[in-house]
């Protein structure tokens, strides 16, 4: 299973990308008057300290996702510790590569990806970000606002992840 793990750094880029946008032109206003801020508060905030630290967090969910997208990995996980394997030799390597010349391309396309990468932002982040904001006393539309932005960051980069990487 050749994969290329440059995709995880093009995939990490997707949730600046988007929350360009979505914090921005779409949502900007709604999202600060929500979180009390103010242009001016917001001013003098070290955006290429929050940006790299962002990007390093988001190379984090690239890598997690690769394992909820593409189901192949899991035959890997199963089988890497077989003997042999790692030296590309025995029955499970042996296994492994016609399993992966037989099923290798199954469910590998960008919509297949969204998918799980909608499901895992609504069953994983959805109630992460709520259990957080009903705690710090966050509003419906917080949460609908941040659980939207990772909607559709998760499903761009579960797309573009499990297509190309």
Not at 47 to 59: G, P, W
Not at 68 to 89: C, R, W
């Amino acid at each position: 299973m050749e994969m290329n793990f440059y995709v995880l750094f093009l995939a990490a880029l997707v949730p600046m990308i988007i929350g360009f946008v979505w914090y921005g032109p779409l949502f900007g206003n709604a999202w600060m008057k929500e979180m009390g801020f103010t242009k001016e508060s917001l001013a003098g905030t070290n955006m290429f300290k929050i940006l790299i630290i962002s990007y390093v967090f988001s190379l984090f969910i690239a890598s997690f996702l690769m394992f909820v997208v593409i189901h192949q990995s899991g035959i890997y996980s199963t089988l890497a510790g077989e003997p042999g394997f790692n030296e590309k030799t025995g029955e499970g390597f042996a296994f492994f590569q016609d399993f992966i010349n037989t099923y290798g391309d199954r469910f590998r396309t960008f919509g297949h990806g969204a998918l799980h990468g909608v499901t895992t932002s609504i069953f994983f982040v959805l109630p992460i970000l709520s259990i957080v904001a009903l705690f710090e006393k966050k509003t419906v539309k917080y949460v609908t606002i941040n659980a939207g932005y990772w909607m559709v960051t998760f499903a761009i980069m579960g797309g573009i992840v499990c297509q190309w990487l």
